[in-house]
């Protein structure tokens, strides 16, 4: 099994390793570009860290970093919303059909594949109430991402310019403190300021470059990370340590990305094909993690199961996302 945990490491580091090329990023977009094209490699250590992380095994630390990888992906998405909203003319047309549509619908295809995948086990899982399984077995990330979107759109359409990445991040901060206290699932409010951070980060990119370009920035993201890996020492009951060390951690952890992709510019056919499926590869792992005959398994051969059914699903999906996709942008 070390082996197989050493492999492991090895292929996420080959995603990662081969193709990079060392070119400092000119703009923005090249650093959104950059960004943008982890999707998949992240996407697969969600996975992965989701199926091993109440293992004893040398992969234990992927587990750990699932935190920083859903960080990655409200940051993108943050960034991504303020980008396009920036550059596309009337972005927020039909944003709401487009956006959140688009996410009840993938929550739909992904609960229809749960049911599906338990049948075929002998065990649909649908023992109450559909409507009650729909809402608990979805993805908690797609009902923020939901919440995010539509807090989004209303404060850009509504609010004045100055005031809304402010507004949306005291709301997020409030938010997450109410999640917290309220006792609900750690993923709601373990790596949410992310979003926010994502779209300030777009208005004020030169800002924020010429920061971390200094010495005198990297000093303080390393000082950051150190501090945010502190909240490994608090309890679950501790809000400090919950709420913000571990948000602080995710966010020293992608501005330590953004340093890296300074000088560094991913790239490679894997990396792209992985991208294109990097939303089916998020949703559908949850198919087959939620199957008890895949729980009771070794983790050597959940690992495989896992990800070679939600690899397949990705695909099998994607040209209905595709056509989804299509069908809610028509004006």
Not at 198 to 218: N, P
């Amino acid at each position: 099994m070390v082996f197989l945990s050493v492999m492991i490491y090895a292929v996420l580091a080959f995603l990662l390793i081969y193709g990079l090329q060392y070119r400092r990023a000119a703009n923005e977009g090249e650093y959104f570009q950059s960004f943008n094209s982890l999707r998949g490699l992240f996407a697969i250590e969600i996975v992965v860290g989701h199926v091993i992380r109440y293992e004893k095994t040398w992969l234990y630390p992927l587990g750990k970093f699932m935190l920083i990888s859903v960080a990655f992906f409200f940051f993108v998405s943050g960034w991504g919303l303020s980008r396009s909203f920036h550059q596309k003319k009337n972005y927020l047309d039909h944003f709401l059909v487009r956006k959140c549509g688009y996410l009840f619908m993938l929550s739909i295809y992904a609960f229809a594949c749960r049911v599906i995948a338990g049948l075929v086990m002998g065990n649909s899982g649908v023992d109450e109430n559909i409507l009650i399984q729909y809402l608990r077995k979805t993805n908690w990330y797609i009902w923020e991402l939901t919440f995010f979107y539509v807090l989004f759109y209303f404060i850009y359409r509504f609010v004045p310019e100055r005031l809304r990445n402010i507004l949306i991040a005291v709301i997020t901060v409030i938010g997450a403190n109410v999640l917290f206290r309220a006792g609900v699932i750690q993923g709601y409010y373990m790596s949410a300021f992310a979003f926010p951070a994502g779209l300030f980060f777009y208005e004020y990119f030169d800002a924020i470059r010429s920061f971390l370009d200094k010495g005198i920035g990297k000093i303080v993201i390393l000082a950051a990370a150190a501090l945010g890996m502190l909240s490994s020492l608090s309890g679950l009951d501790s809000l400090v340590g919950m709420v913000y060390l571990r948000n602080l951690l995710c966010l020293a952890f992608l501005g330590i990305m953004f340093i890296f992709l300074t000088y560094f510019r991913p790239g490679n056919i894997f990396l792209k094909v992985l991208g294109r499926y990097s939303t089916g590869i998020y949703i559908y792992q949850f198919v087959f993690l939620g199957l008890d005959q895949i729980s009771q398994a070794a983790w050597p051969l959940r690992v495989g199961l896992v990800l070679g059914g939600t690899l397949l699903t990705a695909v099998i999906m994607q040209p209905l996302h595709a056509w989804t996709r299509k069908k809610l942008s028509k004006d």
